[in-house]
C-alpha cells in the first residue's frame, strides 16, 4: 500500500495539483491517503471530548448523519466527570432522589428545535412552568423594586402591563428580537448549514452588526431606551448572563428577550443529552478526563486519566481518525503536542456565578427589601442598576443589589420533618453568605453553613452551594473560533462568545458532526478517483521514470 503513497505523491509533483489535500476542507486525507482505499477499514473512529450539549449532540447528529450516507463510524465520548450534561445538570434537594432541582441550565424555548425535538423523541416531559401557585416577579435596584408583576412563570414579561408602563419600547424590543432571532434560525438549514467559519456565517447572515456592539448601543439605534432598557431588558441580561447591558453584546441580548415557550425537561435536562448519547451507540466513557493529545502517522493518539469507583486511576493511550473537543478551550486543560493545532483558542473571561440552592419554612424578608412587614415579597427577585449605580469593571457589575436573582423555586415538604419549605435558588458572584442569608429571611443563620442538615432548625434545611464558570463575557465581537482547529480536529466551543446556551452549543455539535461526514464522503470520492489515477501511473510507471 505504501508504494501507492509514493505513487500518489508523484502525480502531485507532476500534475502541480493536489488530490484530496486541500486543507482544511478535507478531515480525513492524509490519514486515508496512507493505507486505506474506499472499503479498507471502513469504520473511522471519532473521539469526543466532553458529554455536555455540544459533545451529546455531536454523538446524536454524527450517528444520523453517517447511517444517512452509509458511512461506518466508531464513536467514543470521554467525559472527566462522573455524570452526563456538563453545565445541565441537576442535584437533589435535601439529598433525596425525588426532589431534582436544576443547578446549571434550566430553562429552553420554542425554538430550541434540537431540544425540542429530541426531547419529545425520547419521550420526556417538558414542563411550562415550575410551580402552578401564584408567582410574583419583582425588579430590585438594591434600593427599591423598580417593577413587579403578578403571575408570570418563565414568560416572564406580561406585555399588556409592560405597554402600560414603558409605552412602545416593549413592541419594538419583541419585534427587533423576532427579527434578529430569525436571522440567527438561518444557521440550522442549507445553504447556511453547515459552516466551518462562524464569523463568515454572522457576517452572512447580518448577525456581525448585532454582536459587533453593546446590547445598550443596539438597542438604543433601534429606538429602545431607558427606563425600558435599564430595568426589564438588563435584569434579563443579569440573570441570564450574569452582566449587564453595557458589557454584553446585542445579539445575547436580544436572546434573552426571546422567551415565549419557555420550558424544562421533568426530572432534569440533562436527560436530553443522556438520550442523544443513548441513541449514538457511542461508547461513553464517564470518569475519565483527557491529558494529553499527540499526533502520529495522521492519527490523533489521546492520553486518559480514568477513575473507577475506588477512585483508582488509570491511564490509557488510543488512537482515533477525528477528534471533536465539545468543553471550552481554556478549561479542559489538554496538553497538545507542539505544532498539532494549526490555531489555538483564545483565553477569554468566562463569568464566574455562585449559585445557591438552599431550603427554608421562611419566606422572604420584606424589611430587607425596604418593604412594609406585612407586604409580600416577589417571590422572584431580579435585579438591575440604581441609576447612580455605576460599576467600574463588568467583575464588579452586580452592583448594590449584591446579587443576579433570587428565584423562590417551588414549595417543597421536608422529608425528615415533612414541613412545608421553601426551594430557593440564589446567582450571584460571591459566595453567599449566613449574613446574607438571614438577611434576605429575616432570620440569624447559622455562621457554619457546612452543619446545616435536613433537621438543623429554624432558618435553613438544606443548603447546596456551587460555582460556575457559567459562560464568556459576552464583549462585543466580530469574529469567532472556527469549528476546525486542525486537520480533523474540530471544535464547539467556539459558539459561546457567540450565544451561549444549550441549544446553540448543540447546534455547534450538529454543525461539525455534519462536516465529519461531509468530509469523510469527500474522501471517499477522492481515494475513488485517486485509485483511479494510480492504476494509470501504475500502468505507465516507464514513463514516470524517464521523465525523472
Ligand atoms: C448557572 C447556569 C445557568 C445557565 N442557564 C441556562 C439556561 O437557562 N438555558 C440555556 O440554554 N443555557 C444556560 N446556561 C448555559 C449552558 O449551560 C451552556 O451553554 C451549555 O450547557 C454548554 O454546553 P457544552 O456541552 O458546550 O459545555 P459543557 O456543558 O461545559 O460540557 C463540557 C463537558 O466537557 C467535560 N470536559 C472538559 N474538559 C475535559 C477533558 N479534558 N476530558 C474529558 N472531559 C472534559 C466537562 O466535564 C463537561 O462535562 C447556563 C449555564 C450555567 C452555568
Ligand atoms: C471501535 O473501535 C475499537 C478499537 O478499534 C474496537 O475495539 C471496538 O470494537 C469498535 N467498536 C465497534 C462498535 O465497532
Ligand atoms: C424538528 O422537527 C421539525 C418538525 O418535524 C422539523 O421541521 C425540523 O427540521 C426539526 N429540526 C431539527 C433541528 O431537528
Ligand atoms: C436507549 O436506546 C434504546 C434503543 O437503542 C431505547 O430502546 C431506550 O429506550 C433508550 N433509553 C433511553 C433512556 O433513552
Ligand atoms: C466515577 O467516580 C465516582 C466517584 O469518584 C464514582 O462514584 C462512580 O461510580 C464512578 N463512575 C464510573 C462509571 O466509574
Ligand atoms: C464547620 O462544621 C464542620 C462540620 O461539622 C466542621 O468540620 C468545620 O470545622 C466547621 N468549621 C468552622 C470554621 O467552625
Not at 473511522?44 to 466532553?50: E, M, P
Not at 472556527?482 to 459561546?496: H, K, N, R
Not at 454543525?511 to 470520492?525: C, F, G
Request: net charge negative; glycine share 8%.
Amino acid at each position: 500500500m505504501y508504494s501507492g503513497w509514493n505513487l500518489v505523491l508523484i502525480i502531485t509533483v507532476l500534475c502541480g495539483q493536489s488530490i484530496g489535500f486541500f486543507w482544511p476542507f478535507t478531515a480525513f486525507a492524509a490519514t486515508n491517503a496512507v493505507d486505506s482505499g474506499p472499503d479498507a477499514d471502513a469504520s473511522r473512529r471519532v473521539a469526543i471530548i466532553g458529554a455536555g450539549a455540544g459533545g451529546s449532540s455531536a454523538a446524536y447528529y454524527l450517528q444520523q448523519f453517517a447511517e444517512q450516507s452509509g458511512v461506518e463510524l466508531n464513536i467514543t465520548v470521554f467525559e472527566k466527570s462522573s455524570y452526563v450534561g456538563g453545565r445541565s445538570t441537576t442535584v437533589n434537594a435535601y439529598d433525596d432522589p425525588l426532589e431534582p432541582v436544576e443547578l446549571g441550565a434550566s430553562i429552553f424555548v420554542d425554538v430550541n428545535t434540537i431540544l425540542k425535538n429530541s426531547s419529545e423523541k425520547f419521550g420526556l416531559k417538558a414542563k411550562r412552568s415550575e410551580t402552578e401557585s401564584e408567582e410574583v416577579l419583582g425588579i430590585w435596584n438594591g434600593e427599591s423594586f423598580v417593577y413587579t408583576q403578578k403571575d408570570s412563570g418563565w414568560q416572564w414579561w406580561d406585555i399588556a402591563k409592560l405597554i402600560w408602563k414603558y409605552g412602545l419600547a416593549p413592541i419594538r424590543t419583541q419585534r427587533l428580537m423576532k427579527s434578529t432571532v430569525g436571522k440567527f434560525q438561518k444557521l440550522y438549514e442549507a445553504p447556511f448549514f453547515p459552516f466551518r467559519s462562524l464569523s463568515d456565517r454572522a457576517l452572512d447572515l447580518g448577525l456581525t452588526a448585532v454582536t459587533s456592539m453593546t446590547g445598550e448601543q443596539y438597542l438604543a439605534q433601534n429606538s429602545i431606551g431607558a427606563p425600558f432598557s435599564t430595568e426589564i431588558i438588563q435584569a434579563s441580561t443579569r440573570v441570564n448572563y450574569g452582566q449587564n447591558l453595557g458589557v454584553i453584546h446585542g445579539l445575547e441580548t436580544m436572546v434573552c428577550m426571546a422567551i415565549e415557550g419557555a420550558m424544562q425537561i421533568d426530572g432534569g435536562n440533562w436527560q436530553i443529552f443522556y438520550g442523544m448519547l443513548n441513541a449514538s451507540l457511542s461508547k461513553v466513557l464517564l470518569n475519565s478526563t483527557v491529558r494529553a493529545i499527540t499526533k502520529r502517522n495522521g492519527k490523533y493518539n489521546i492520553q486518559t486519566a480514568s477513575q473507577d469507583y475506588t477512585g483508582k486511576t488509570s491511564r490509557k493511550e488510543e488512537s482515533f481518525d477525528t477528534v471533536i473537543l465539545a468543553a471550552p478551550f481554556q478549561y479542559a486543560e489538554i496538553d497538545f503536542e507542539e505544532g498539532l493545532l494549526k490555531h489555538t483558542p483564545d483565553n477569554i473571561p468566562y463569568v464566574t456565578l455562585h449559585v445557591t440552592l438552599f431550603t427554608s419554612p421562611r419566606k422572604l424578608d420584606p424589611t430587607f427589601f425596604n418593604l412594609a412587614p406585612d407586604v409580600e415579597v416577589p417571590t422572584s427577585v431580579l435585579t438591575t442598576l440604581a441609576p447612580d449605580d455605576v460599576p467600574l469593571t463588568p467583575e464588579e457589575g452586580v452592583g448594590k443589589p449584591g446579587f443576579f436573582s433570587i428565584s423562590t423555586l417551588r414549595p417543597i415538604l421536608n422529608p425528615n420533618t415533612l414541613r412545608k419549605e421553601y426551594l430557593y435558588k440564589v446567582f450571584l458572584p460571591k459566595a453567599l453568605t449566613s449574613d446574607f442569608m438571614g438577611g434576605i429571611l429575616g432570620i440569624p443563620v447559622p455562621t457554619n453553613l457546612s452543619k446545616i442538615s435536613a433537621d438543623s432548625g429554624d432558618a435553613i434545611s438544606w443548603y447546596y452551594p456551587h460555582v460556575w464558570k457559567s459562560y464568556p463575557y459576552e464583549f462585543p465581537r466580530v469574529t469567532f473560533e472556527d469549528s476546525e482547529l486542525a486537520q480533523g480536529f474540530y471544535y464547539t466551543s467556539g459558539m459561546e462568545s457567540f450565544i451561549s446556551t444549550m441549544e446553540t452549543n448543540a447546534l455547534m455539535g450538529m454543525n461539525v458532526a455534519r462536516l465529519i461526514v461531509d468530509d469523510y464522503l469527500r474522501v471517499i470520492e477522492d481515494d475513488i478517483a485517486k485509485s483511479e489515477k494510480t492504476s494509470q501511473v501504475v500502468l505507465s510507471g516507464e514513463a514516470i521514470q524517464e521523465l525523472r
